[in-house]
């Protein structure tokens, strides 16, 4: 069973430089949440994604925005890098809808460097 | 707004037990997480708790919930070199959208 996994492992950009970060869920799960974890601070969610809608927010700025695929993968863009946004950034899936309990498991996250 | 607060650093000696302290504000969350991460690694989901529970037990790890105080702890039993990480309490809301929030995490030393 495929857990949660995100490509590229890490990647270097240069500010002002637009990048694209890619999550394949876990098998069965049809919902991709991203979550941007700074040194040293706990993850700080970004948005979610279910049916291939944004069904909520978190407090990040217009340039990130994202995108999720018919087979429920997942695609985290952000245009206009600033240093700010070197961290690392989690995906996590989950399933909606058919249990109370939307327990998100992560994948290994993806090392942003903006120089 | 949520916030979610725990001490940065525990250090223990192998063998003893680890007690990892969290405290959220938001008084409608309804399930509490704890998460794993080792040095260069995404968050491993160790166990939750439902918000209507007192305690839960799963091997060596105990969490109990305090909910009038909003106050959560993880409790490792015969901490192990392998425990040594940084361990995140989260929050979330049952809807549509659970989002999580996080805590800055604690960092566990285990020493021989």
């Known amino acids: 069973d495929a857990g949660v996994t995100q490509s590229p492992t890490h990647l270097i950009k240069t500010r002002g430089q637009q990048v694209t970060l890619r999550c394949s869920p876990k098998?069965?799960?049809?919902?991709v949440s991203w979550y941007q974890q700074a040194l040293g601070q706990g993850p700080q969610f970004i948005f979610q994604?279910?049916?291939?809608?944004?069904?909520q927010r978190g407090n990040f700025p217009d340039r990130f925005s994202g995108h999720q695929f018919p087979n429920y993968s997942s695609e985290l863009n952000v245009n206009a890098l600033l240093l700010g946004d070197s961290a690392l950034y989690l995906c996590?899936?989950?399933?909606?809808?058919?249990?109370?309990?939307?327990?998100?498991?992560f994948g290994p996250g993806t090392r942003l460097l903006v120089l | 707004g949520e916030d979610v607060e725990q001490s940065l650093f525990l250090s223990v000696r192998e063998g003893d037990s680890s007690v990892i302290n969290c405290t959220y504000t938001?008084?409608?969350?309804?399930?509490l997480y704890w998460y794993k991460q080792e040095p260069g690694a995404g968050l491993q989901l160790l166990t939750y708790?439902?918000?209507?529970?007192d305690m839960k037990q799963d091997q060596r790890l105990t969490v109990l919930l305090n909910k009038k105080d909003k106050h959560l702890s993880l409790r490792i039993a015969d901490t192990q070199t392998g425990d040594s990480a940084i361990y995140f309490c989260?929050?979330?809301?049952?809807?549509?959208?659970?989002?999580?929030?996080f805590g800055t995490g604690t960092r566990l030393q285990v020493t021989l």
């Open positions: 996590a899936s989950s399933l909606a809808g058919r249990a109370k309990r939307e327990t998100q498991y």
């Open positions: 098998s069965g799960h049809d919902t």
């Open positions: 994604y279910y049916e291939e809608e944004e069904r």
């Open positions: 938001d008084s409608s969350s309804t399930y």
């Open positions: 708790i439902f918000s209507n529970m």
């Open positions: 989260a929050d979330s809301h049952t809807g549509t959208a659970s989002k999580l929030t």
